[in-house]
């Protein structure tokens, strides 16, 4: 880890002095196989790109590293699902989504929780106050993305239905014109872009997480692709790993060194990797009955045609050995 920052500042440069001509076709001639990861604006994947850590472990393997940014989970899951993306990382609601729609995927990992990383948000001057002054409003949230579920437990928690609420679904960059323009009347989002909304324009938190929801972020992988390449899929998890635990010991260098590649400012980045939960682990038997019980919640009020099992696509640590 102590030349990531290096690496990372580097990054661009060194892109400039690859030999354009050519340089594809051989080095695609060396690799027997690939794996394609989907990752997001912001993040410890896209931490673990900037740092070319995994491309040195695998490429004696023969494997080829290729990346795709996607603008948020459930367009990212749906790229593994069509079979673009062979491993990823989203919040908890899009993998239940994406199994309910028959996608053939297996939880990897987990972080911890991290409640206080998504929110529901008004305008500043706003006469919206709590969560209960949301009925009859309109709320705009990335339809199948982790802050679906934030919505649906901080209505229940307020005495409201989900149908209380007009919600109207949007990607987060559309999101946030509606919300500035005023469309609509509160935004559920989460970082680094709720950070990016209190910081730029003064956007209100009414109800974070806390004491809601736990706001997991998951690693999955495609299934078949777990199944073939287990030793990638455990040394995939075992870099990102030590990219976690540099994001746990030096924040601001992991701020500094996020702002050229998320486009967003230091101090944005700093509050939301405050906010952030740390230590990736296998799935565990709580996180599992946790998961179960969002894809439940979801049945129930038909926002998925039918009950889901979560373990029976958790991939199991010791399968990786085999």
């Known amino acids: 880890m102590i030349n990531i920052l290096k690496k990372i500042r580097n990054l661009a440069v060194v892109s400039l002095l690859i ?6 076709k051989e080095v695609d001639e060396k690799y027997k196989d690939e794996v394609r990861i989907g990752y997001q604006k912001y993040g410890t994947l896209i931490l673990l790109k900037a ?6 472990r695998l490429d004696p393997l023969g494997v080829k590293v290729t990346w795709s940014e996607f603008p ?16 990823g990382t989203t919040g908890e609601t899009p993998p239940i989504f994406a199994q309910a ?12 929780p991290a409640p206080r990383g998504e929110a529901i948000v008004v305008q500043s001057n706003s006469s919206i106050k709590k969560v209960a002054d949301l009925k ?3 709320v705009v949230l990335n339809k199948g993305s982790n802050v679906h579920y934030l919505l649906v437990r901080a209505l229940e928690n307020a005495g409201l239905k989900y149908s209380d609420v007009e919600t109207v679904f949007l990607a987060p960059a ?42 997991h972020q998951f690693y999955l992988a495609e299934e078949g692709y777990a199944s073939k390449r287990p030793d990638v899929v455990a040394i995939i998890f075992d870099e990102l790993k030590k990219v976690n635990d540099w994001a746990v010991t030096k924040p601001k260098e992991v701020a500094n060194s996020l702002a050229p590649l998320t486009g967003l400012d230091v101090v944005t980045l700093e509050k939301a990797l405050e906010r952030g939960g740390y230590g990736i682990n296998y799935l565990n038997e709580k996180v599992i ?5 969002i894809a439940d919640t979801f049945y129930d009020l038909k926002l998925i045609p039918k009950k889901l099992d979560i373990k029976s696509v958790v991939w199991i640590p010791e399968q990786k050995n085999k």
């Open 19 to 24: 030999p354009a001509i050519g340089f594809s």
């Open 51 to 56: 740092s070319g850590e995994l491309e040195k």
């Open 72 to 87: 948020a989970g459930p367009q990212l899951l749906e790229g593994l699902n069509v079979g673009g993306v062979d491993f």
């Open 101 to 112: 729609a028959n996608a053939k995927i297996k939880y990897i990992g987990y972080e911890p």
């Open 136 to 138: 009859g409003k309109k």
């Open 174 to 215: 559309d999101a946030r014109a509606a919300f500035e323009r005023g469309s609509v009347d509160a935004w559920v989002i989460w970082d680094p872009f709720l950070a990016a909304a209190e910081t730029s324009i003064g956007a209100k938190v009414i109800q974070d997480g806390t004491n809601t929801v736990n706001n």
């Open 289 to 293: 009955a946790e998961q179960q019980k």
